[in-house]
C-alpha cells in the first residue's frame, strides 16, 4: 500500500496564482518526519524541508508555505504567487524512526506554471 | 559546499552487458542509499548502507549488488541489463540513519538507458 498520496497528478496554474500540493501519510510509527523535494526537469532532487512528527508548528519560507496536521495525516505545501521556474514534479515523502533507511516517496505532483 | 557526487551522469548499455554506478556521499557521512526512478514514477528504494554494512534492503533485483567501501563511497553493480532497468539512479548521503535527527540529500542521477 501506498504510504504517501499525492492525489494531484498534475496541476497547471497562471504565473502568480497561488497553489497548494496536497500530501496524504500513513504511518503506524509516533515518530515520523515528512519531506518535501522539487525535481525540475533536469532531474535532480532539491530538497525543501523536513518536518518531524512532534512539531505540527507551520513554516513559511519566503513564496513556500507547509501546513502539517496530524489530525487529518496531511502535510501539504503552498506556493505564493506562482513563478514559471516553479515549475516542476513535486515530491512528498516519509520517513519512519523504527524503519529510518528509506523514504517513501508519494508519486508526485507535476506542476507547471503558465507565463 | 560539497555534494552527493554520481558517475557517470548518463550511461547508455545493450541488453544483458553490466553497469556499474558509483557514488561518492558528502564528506563524513557514513550512510548511503540507492533508488531508482523509472519514467514517470516516483523513487523506489532499493538498498542502502551504513559504515559499510547493509542496513536494509528494499526491490533490489538478484541481478543488482551493490557495496560500500572504506572510504564510504558505494558502487552498485548491475548485470543482465534489461530494457526496464532503464531509470534515473539516485545516490543519497546522510550522516547516520536518514530520518533519525539528520536528513539524506540526494546526488544529481545517473540516467541508464538500456537499448
Known amino acids: 500500500a501506498q504510504k504517501v498520496t499525492q492525489a494531484q497528478t498534475e496541476i497547471s496554474v497562471v504565473e502568480k496564482e497561488d497553489v497548494t500540493l496536497d500530501c496524504v501519510y500513513e504511518?503506524?510509527?509516533?515518530?515520523?518526519?515528512l519531506f518535501w523535494y522539487k525535481q525540475p526537469p533536469s532531474g535532480e532532487l532539491v530538497f525543501l524541508i523536513r518536518?518531524?512528527?512532534?512539531?505540527?508548528q507551520n513554516e513559511i519560507s519566503g513564496r513556500y508555505s507547509w501546513n502539517f496536521q496530524k489530525s487529518t495525516s496531511s502535510f501539504n505545501f503552498t506556493i505564493t504567487a506562482s513563478q514559471v521556474v516553479d515549475s516542476a514534479v513535486y515530491f512528498c515523502?516519509?520517513?519512519?524512526?523504527?524503519?529510518?533507511?528509506?523514504?517513501?516517496f508519494g508519486t508526485g505532483t507535476s506542476l507547471t506554471v503558465i507565463p | 559546499a560539497a555534494g552527493v557526487i554520481q558517475s557517470p551522469r548518463h550511461l547508455i548499455k545493450e541488453k544483458r552487458e553490466t553497469a556499474t554506478l558509483k557514488c561518492y556521499p558528502i564528506p563524513r557521512h557514513d550512510t548511503v542509499y540507492w533508488y531508482q526512478q523509472g519514467p514517470g514514477q516516483d523513487p523506489q528504494f532499493l538498498i542502502s548502507f551504513y559504515e559499510k554494512m547493509q542496513s536494509d534492503k528494499g526491490s533490489i533485483p538478484d541481478r543488482f549488488s551493490a557495496q560500500q567501501f572504506s572510504d564510504y563511497h558505494s558502487e552498485l553493480n548491475m548485470s543482465s541489463l534489461e530494457l526496464g532497468d532503464s531509470a534515473l539512479y539516485f545516490c543519497?548521503?546522510?550522516?547516520?540513519?536518514?530520518?533519525?535527527?539528520?536528513?539524506?540529500?540526494f546526488g544529481q542521477g545517473t540516467r541508464l538507458t538500456v537499448v
Open positions: 515523502a516519509l520517513s519512519e524512526a523504527n524503519t529510518g533507511n528509506q523514504f517513501y
Open positions: 504511518t503506524r510509527d509516533t515518530t515520523y518526519y
Open positions: 518536518r518531524n512528527s512532534f512539531d505540527e
Open positions: 543519497a548521503s546522510s550522516l547516520g540513519l536518514s530520518g533519525r535527527n539528520t536528513e539524506a540529500f
